[in-house]
């Protein structure tokens, strides 16, 4: 059975790390279908080039010239080329692309244009068909991955190829146009070539040895994850661990397709492998991993016998529908309800907005705003057989002299979700790693 490679940014940021993915490309037989990322960064100080096409995409609207901005895009390719040393007639396809992003006037088009230049470079060097994800990935009237039109059209268009190369990261709206996944959303297109195919594995290439049970830059040289399931990774990814993108568990969950992250640069590295549960064995460690993100509003709703009041939430949350706003938790009393949200979410007067269609829709006692809220996930399946998880937890929590703001546990038993002020977010991190990891 077939593999299908993802290589990211960094594994394609110049001619020499290329090289070194097709040595990798080549050590195995079964590496067959490859899909990679725009370039990223070569060194530090450096730009990516998707950063680049975007001010492309600006100055187009703007009314500038492109040509300026796009030289360094296509000083970035015609370098690649020359490393590589291979028969390519990138200028052409520069000339194209350049002309296009002009005429097509369309942030997704041009913020796709380096996934597409990355892979028919990496076609050219591998002797591989080029397939153009916008022939084969497609996106419903709602903006979601057609899943079942792409499966068929990847299956269809590998059919007779023995090696092929696609661009990640964007696929065709159902105007025909070029459509993007969000940022990072290669993952999503290699996992959703890896379902068309029924691959054997799917192999996600960056520039680290697998997944970390927390952030190295919170905690020094924290454990490497050796094995989580498909819900571990999916509630890490969500909460800020961005090894790997959170969506792109869904194309290869119902085919039962485990997902192996390693590293471009260390090829021998065992890596992590993610499981389904019917194949995951817990490695007996009570938490698997612990993640978080900053920059949360709590919406705060107090009203007497709430309770009894028939679709008192019901009400709230058609309110937060209506104003396009996205809940993360939903944390709730007897006379009390809390709204979760990413304070992005809230600008301008949204929030103001958001307050006062409450207040019209419930007529609460209360309604107040806590800002500056970091939430903290603690992830692992041996949670929820383990006695004094949550205790230990809190403990941890308290004898770093932590406030907790808002508790959230999901019903899967698998994640206790911590809310605190933005200032504690570090140390918290470090409380909860300690205790659980040593």
């Known amino acids: 059975m077939a593999k299908v490679c993802k290589f990211g940014g960094t594994s394609m940021?110049?001619?020499?790390?290329?090289?070194?993915?097709?040595?990798?490309?080549?050590?195995?037989?079964?590496?067959?279908?490859?899909?990679?990322?725009?370039?990223?960064?070569?060194?530090?100080?450096?730009?990516?080039?998707?950063?680049?096409?975007?001010?492309?995409?600006?100055?187009?609207?703007?009314?500038?010239n492109v040509k300026a901005v796009f030289a360094a895009v296509r000083a970035r390719f015609v370098s690649l080329v020359r490393e590589l040393n291979i028969v390519f007639d990138i200028n052409s396809v520069l000339d194209e692309t350049e002309a296009l992003i002009e005429s097509e006037r369309s942030e997704d088009f041009t913020a796709s244009r380096g996934e597409y230049l990355s892979a028919r470079i990496m076609s050219a060097v591998l002797?591989?068909?080029?397939?153009?994800?916008?022939?084969?990935?497609?996106?419903?009237?709602?903006?979601?991955?057609?899943?079942?039109?792409?499966?068929?059209?990847?299956?269809?268009?590998?059919?007779?190829?023995?090696?092929?190369?696609?661009?990640?990261?964007?696929?065709?709206?159902?105007?025909?146009?070029?459509?993007?996944?969000?940022?990072?959303?290669?993952?999503?297109?290699?996992?959703?070539?890896?379902?068309?195919?029924?691959?054997?594995?799917?192999?996600?290439?960056?520039?680290?040895?697998?997944?970390?049970?927390c952030d190295p830059r919170i905690v020094d040289s924290p454990k490497r994850i050796k094995t989580i399931s498909y819900k571990e990774l999916r509630e890490l990814s969500y909460m800020g661990a961005n090894v790997l993108h959170a969506d792109s568990i869904f194309p290869v969950r119902s085919a039962n397709i485990p997902i192996q992250i390693k590293n471009t640069f260390r090829p021998e590295d065992e890596g992590t492998s993610i499981l389904p549960i019917s194949r995951y064995k817990p490695g007996g460690s009570v938490v698997t991993g612990v993640a978080g993100k900053?920059?949360?509003?709590?919406?705060?709703?107090?009203?007497?016998?709430?309770?009894?009041?028939?679709?008192?939430?019901?009400?709230?949350?058609?309110?937060?529908?209506?104003?396009?706003v996205s809940v993360e938790h939903v944390p709730s009393g007897i006379d009390t309800m809390s709204l979760v949200v990413e304070s992005e979410g809230l600008c301008g007067d949204k929030l103001n907005k958001l307050i006062d269609g409450i207040k019209s829709a419930v007529n609460p006692d209360t309604v107040r705003v806590i800002e500056d809220i970091a939430l903290i996930a603690t992830v692992g399946h041996g949670m929820s057989s383990s006695v004094g998880t949550s205790a230990r937890l809190f403990c941890a929590i308290a004898a770093a002299d932590i406030n907790v703001k808002v508790i959230d546990q999901g019903s899967s038993e698998i994640n206790i979700i911590v809310g605190v002020d933005n200032q504690s977010y570090e140390k918290c991190i470090r409380a909860i790693y300690k205790e659980f990891f040593g």
């Open 294 to 324: 900053k920059n949360f509003s709590i919406i705060f709703i107090e009203k007497s016998l709430m309770n009894s009041e028939i679709g008192f939430m019901g009400k709230v949350l058609d309110v937060v529908a209506s104003a396009g």
């Open 13 to 64: 940021a110049d001619g020499n790390v290329i090289k070194n993915v097709k040595n990798i490309i080549d050590a195995d037989s079964q590496r067959k279908f490859i899909v990679v990322s725009a370039p990223g960064k070569r060194y530090s100080g450096d730009v990516k080039v998707t950063d680049l096409l975007l001010k492309c995409h600006s100055e187009v609207m703007c009314g500038g």
């Open 127 to 213: 002797g591989a068909s080029f397939i153009d994800a916008k022939d084969v990935i497609f996106f419903d009237e709602n903006g979601a991955l057609d899943g079942e039109k792409s499966y068929k059209a990847v299956a269809d268009a590998l059919k007779d190829c023995n090696r092929a190369v696609f661009p990640g990261f964007y696929g065709r709206g159902v105007d025909g146009r070029v459509k993007t996944f969000s940022r990072g959303g290669s993952d999503i297109s290699g996992a959703i070539v890896a379902r068309a195919v029924n691959a054997s594995l799917y192999e996600n290439w960056t520039d680290v040895s697998g997944f970390l049970a």
